[in-house]
């Protein structure tokens, strides 16, 4: 069990896709992801392996939820900045978490 202090460090955003790259040296298929977080946040890249459901052009400027506030992680040759999170299937079939109305880039998820 975490206390509410604990997931009270852990920053979730809301925001836009804004490209969406074939990433040929990750291990597993994945995209290279460009995500506006607004102006507070500005713009993070991530490594995401969501290549089983979302063809790269459905993605783009689709508003997704992402952490933040990790460290920022080593992925071959391509730095990522946060985490996209998405509900993990049986087989790795990854759906992401998104708004089902559109909001402003960075709202803070709670």
Same mark, same amino acid.
């Given at each position: 069990m975490i206390t509410w202090h604990d997931f009270e460090k852990v920053e979730m955003r809301v925001g836009t896709i804004l490209e969406v790259q074939d990433f040929p040296k990750?291990?597993?298929?994945?995209?290279? &992801?460009? /995500?506006?977080?607004?102006?507070? &946040?500005? /713009?993070k890249k991530s490594s995401a392996q969501i290549t089983k459901r979302y063809a790269k052009e459905e993605l783009l400027g689709k508003q997704i939820i992402a952490v933040v506030n990790f460290p920022k992680k080593q992925i071959a040759d391509f730095m990522s900045e946060c985490l996209v999170l998405g509900s993990v299937g049986e087989e790795h079939d990854i759906v992401l978490l998104t708004s089902d109305i559109p909001v402003e880039n960075g709202l803070r998820i709670g």
């Open positions: 990750a291990n597993k298929p994945a995209y290279q &992801l460009t /995500i506006d977080f607004g102006v507070e &946040l500005g /713009i």
